[in-house]
């Protein structure tokens, strides 16, 4: 059956409020999807159908097809705290990284994969993991991959948000986030980590942050082993170390060494198909770029193949990426990063 069949069906069931015949006809879609290579697509779908059975499992009916058919309260509350919920199609060939951390990340997508095998041997499940180092070095793009492997919504937390002035209010804002990982089984992405588990400090009078740290300490504790927490932070340090210690997995992300330094000018070379003028050797593009994050070695260089695009004068079909103009905008990147500094 094609999809537009389908879909008719779907719509027809709807709004006749048809819920078996609604829920087999959703499914064959979502199977459809996962056979034609649309696995994103099919996990929301999936995510939606999981989030109606509940419904029907808590309160005996679901309002598919019905005007009373609304989200319910608690998720417009969590919507307020998520930047986005998303599926990924990243995947290992997007991450440039040491063999030591695509090492790590692979055994805990193996982890994943062989949840049902582990747990015959009454072993946990890693599920809780905190990417540290500087900005611009692969930590959100690692949270990204993962997702995209094993095929699980991501949530993006909005700190913004979540951080509230009033008392008790980030600790409730954060169960509330969790609570929706435990029902969905996906991941929650945390990036600037710090600003919410930083050191309790005993000296100080206000104790608002040791009760945020408490309430991520109980949380992490009851956190079921399908729902993962992806952590992110420039500053480690900053971290209580009593949540250090809960995370099951803590990857360093470094700065790019000349070999991935050549890994990353390639891959982003070859994505886009446009050669190098070859005004200068490799090497010297290489040592240009020592010290720069991956984020800001990319950036420029995608900005000098738009740039060298735009000044393509010579008539002849396929732009070369000046060489001279990406130079200057990898000394310029330093410059402005010496003075923010």
Known sequence: MVPSELIKEIAKYGLENDQDNLYRALNVLIEHFKT????????????????????????????????????????????????????????FDNLVCSAEIKSELTYFIQEHASLDILQQ???????????????????????????????????????????????GETSKNLAKIFRQAAREECIIFVDEFDSIGKVRDYGQDHGEMKRVVNTILQLFDYLPQQSIVIAATNQIDMIDDALLRRFD??????????????????????????????????????????????????RTLVTAMKRSIFQKKDGTNMPKISTALWLSLLKKEKLGQKKSA
Do not use: W
């Open 36 to 91: 034609h290579k649309k696995v994103n697509f099919a996990i929301q779908l999936q995510s939606l159908l999981r989030d109606a059975l509940r419904d029907h499992q808590n309160t005996g009916m679901v309002k598919v097809g019905s005007p009373q058919y609304v989200l319910r309260e608690q998720d417009r509350e969590v919507g307020e705290l998520i930047i986005d919920k998303l599926t990924s199609d990243y995947r």
């Open 249 to 298: 997995l803590k990857l360093k992300f470094d700065l790019p060494d000349p070999a991935h330094i050549k890994e990353i000018i390639a891959k982003t070379v070859k994505s886009n198909a446009i050669a190098f003028d070859k005004e200068v050797t490799q090497t010297s593009l290489i040592s240009a770029c020592k010290g720069l994050s991956y984020y800001s070695i990319q």
């Open 121 to 167: 041997y009454e072993l946990p499940i890693s599920n809780k993991l905190i990417f540290y180092g500087p900005s611009g070095c692969g930590k959100t793009l690692a949270a990204y991959v993962l997702a995209g492997e094993l095929k699980k919504m991501m949530v993006v937390v909005n700190l913004g948000a979540i951080v509230s002035s009033k008392l």
